[in-house]
């Protein structure tokens, strides 16, 4: 398995691929990933110089860590396999893979992949891949989606195709977003792979995206993507576990392993009742922890 399947992916910043002010340094915001874009933000007579510039950056440029993914036009286009080999010869990470409705939709792209691969000397396998989820049927067959394909790191709602589909619009509430959200991160889950939520696009009320983040925090989704390196700062505080958190992750993990080897099933931790069923969670909170670069402890 690609190591890089399972890394912290707080915050995906989408980026026009065609704009080289915006893809030549977005790594000092410090993203987790950027999604440098083929598909919506760049105009139909202009899809051919976006993979130039993009190519171009992708081989050229030192994103310092910052994961690369691109996302390409849909399958009903002629552009997406021109993508594929674009993104592929320049080293993208990724290949995000727009307005996904089906297992098939995944394979196909899989197979353009690997051939991409072969044709330009990368490793098998080196390419990963994420789906957009962003219409009711797409929703519906979330966990086939999911299993599709070994490449395949997560998934993620696009809320304003999806409510569009849906016959409502986006309200700022969730309410519409939450069935949609619900049944991805359960498909997601089940199949072991990331799950990933929609853009919040009013930038002038950051407080609204503060609640919005904490609400598919609380849910369990793995990270968020954005707009505008204003919200980045957001996301990661938080999605980074707290102090607290992390001190009490730690006392689980400790005592866990201690009363299992004693035949103790259950006992408290600050006042709390704790038993084996807590370990995941809390072994969690520290790897995430670590990921994010603020655990100093030992285990």
Same mark, same amino acid.
């Given at each position: 398995?690609?190591?890089?399947?399972?890394?912290?992916?707080?915050?995906?910043?989408?980026?026009?691929?065609?704009?080289?002010?915006?893809?030549?340094?977005?790594?000092?915001?410090?993203?987790?990933?950027?999604?440098?874009?083929?598909?919506?933000?760049?105009?139909?007579?202009?899809?051919?110089?976006?993979?130039?510039?993009?190519?171009?950056?992708?081989?050229?440029?030192?994103?310092?860590?910052?994961?690369?993914?691109?996302?390409?036009?849909?399958?009903?286009?002629?552009?997406?396999?021109?993508?594929?080999?674009?993104?592929?010869?320049?080293?993208?990470?990724?290949?995000?893979?727009?307005?996904? +409705? /089906? #297992?098939?939709? =995944?394979?196909?792209?899989?197979?353009?992949?690997? @051939?991409? $691969?072969?044709? %330009? *000397?990368?490793?098998?396998?080196?390419?990963?891949?994420?789906?957009?989820? +962003? /219409? #009711?049927?797409? =929703?519906?067959?979330?966990?086939?989606?999911?299993? @599709?394909? $070994?490449?395949? %790191? *997560?998934?993620?709602?696009?809320?304003?195709?999806?409510?569009?589909?849906?016959?409502?619009?986006?309200?700022?509430?969730?309410?519409?977003?939450?069935?949609?959200?619900?049944?991805?991160?359960?498909?997601?889950?089940?199949?072991?792979?990331?799950?990933?939520?929609?853009?919040?696009?009013?930038?002038?009320?950051?407080?609204?995206?503060?609640?919005?983040?904490?609400?598919?925090?609380?849910?369990?989704?793995?990270?968020?993507?954005?707009?505008?390196?204003?919200?980045?700062?957001?996301?990661?505080?938080?999605?980074?576990?707290?102090?607290?958190?992390?001190?009490?992750?730690?006392?689980?993990?400790?005592?866990?392993?201690?009363?299992?080897?004693?035949?103790?099933?259950?006992?408290?931790?600050?006042?709390?009742?704790?038993?084996?069923?807590?370990?995941?969670?809390?072994?969690?909170?520290?790897?995430?922890?670590?990921?994010?670069?603020?655990?100093?402890?030992?285990?």
């Amino acid at each position: 398995m690609n190591p890089n399947k399972k890394r912290l992916r707080r915050t995906m910043m989408f980026l026009n691929a065609q704009k080289p002010g915006l893809i030549k340094d977005p790594y000092i915001y410090k993203p987790d990933s950027i999604m440098l874009d083929l598909e919506d933000a760049v105009a139909e007579k202009q899809k051919d110089a976006a993979r130039f510039s993009l190519y171009h950056a992708l081989k050229t440029i030192d994103y310092r860590g910052c994961e690369r993914v691109v996302r390409i036009n849909a399958l009903d286009t002629p552009y997406w396999r021109e993508d594929v080999r674009c993104s592929v010869a320049g080293g993208c990470d990724a290949i995000r893979i727009p307005k996904t +409705e /089906s #297992a098939k939709d =995944v394979k196909v792209v899989e197979e353009a992949i690997t @051939a991409a $691969e072969k044709e %330009f *000397g990368r490793e098998h396998g080196s390419v990963l891949m994420m789906a957009a989820i +962003e /219409s #009711a049927r797409g =929703v519906m067959r979330a966990l086939d989606i999911c299993e @599709a394909s $070994e490449r395949l %790191f *997560g998934i993620a709602l696009s809320g304003g195709d999806y409510t569009k589909d849906l016959q409502t619009r986006i309200t700022g509430t969730g309410i519409e977003l939450m069935g949609a959200r619900q049944n991805m991160l359960i498909a997601a889950r089940a199949a072991g792979v990331q799950c990933f939520d929609t853009v919040y696009t009013d930038l002038d009320n950051m407080e609204g995206f503060r609640q919005d983040v904490e609400t598919i925090h609380l849910m369990g989704f793995d990270g968020k993507s954005i707009i505008n390196p204003r919200q980045i700062a957001i996301v990661h505080s938080i999605f980074t576990p707290s102090e607290k958190d992390i001190i009490f992750a730690e006392k689980v993990v400790r005592e866990i392993e201690d009363k299992r080897a004693k035949g103790i099933g259950v006992f408290t931790v600050d006042g709390k009742m704790i038993d084996i069923a807590f370990y995941d969670g809390a072994k969690r909170t520290i790897e995430l922890a670590k990921a994010s670069g603020v655990y100093k402890g030992d285990l």
